[in-house]
């Protein structure tokens, strides 16, 4: 698929292994979100533009480089999201983060939009999406939907476990938006969770159910 970049390093594919097993911990699933999310952040960075700029080492003027336009703002749609703020924040600490609050509507099944609060002056910033699951694909159009309202420089999203069902449901309203998962699963269960999958993220990275 065009746009989809699978990120299969050896590193991530152990840690999640550990945060699939039903018997891992919520402190150590927190961990381990937090520790992929980091490891993702190299590549979901790699192509942000740069800018030259002069500095002064003890010996001697060099040039430095520094990400181009506005600063980068993370955006992790909740609640599930915000496992994965802090492993990119230990990397690039001055990054903005906005919140997208999406909850499907029992009766329509399609997603609403009960929160959005973004940092001012989002134009011609570097957006990442952040959710561990890219399941159905419906909470992740709506908050790209949301963002190109702010005219945004760039969008990326970024998933722990993704599927064909909700990377092809993201392209089709899309396309041009890059997805980055650490694993891309089977398929949708009958009850919309992804298979193998690892659960419900949101539950088990705060304890609930």
């Not at 790209?144 to 420089?153: A, G, S, Y």
């Amino acid at each position: 698929m065009n746009n989809l970049h699978i990120i299969a390093h050896p590193l991530i594919l152990s840690k999640m292994t550990q945060i699939r097993r039903k018997e891992t911990p919520t402190k150590m699933f927190k961990e381990l979100v937090n520790e992929i999310a980091s490891l993702m952040c190299y590549e979901l960075t790699r192509d942000l533009e740069t800018e030259e700029f002069e500095i002064e080492t003890p010996v001697s003027k060099t040039i430095g480089y520094r990400i181009k336009g506005e600063d980068l703002v993370l955006v992790p749609i909740l609640r599930a999201g915000l496992g994965m703020v802090e492993g990119i924040q230990n990397l690039i600490p001055n990054a903005k983060t906005g919140h997208i609050g999406i909850y499907r509507d029992h009766n329509t099944l399609q997603p609403v939009e009960y929160l959005c609060k973004l940092p001012p002056n989002m134009e011609n910033r570097d957006i990442i999406i952040l959710d561990p699951m890219l399941a159905t694909g419906g909470s992740a159009v709506k908050a790209i939907e949301i963002l190109k309202k702010h005219h945004v420089k760039s969008i990326r999203l970024a998933c722990l476990v993704g599927c064909p069902e909700g990377v092809e449901f993201v392209h089709a309203h899309h396309p041009e938006i890059p997805i980055y998962l650490a694993a891309m699963d089977e398929k949708l269960n009958e009850n919309g969770y992804i298979v193998p999958g690892l659960g419900d993220a949101g539950d088990r990275l705060f304890g609930t159910q």
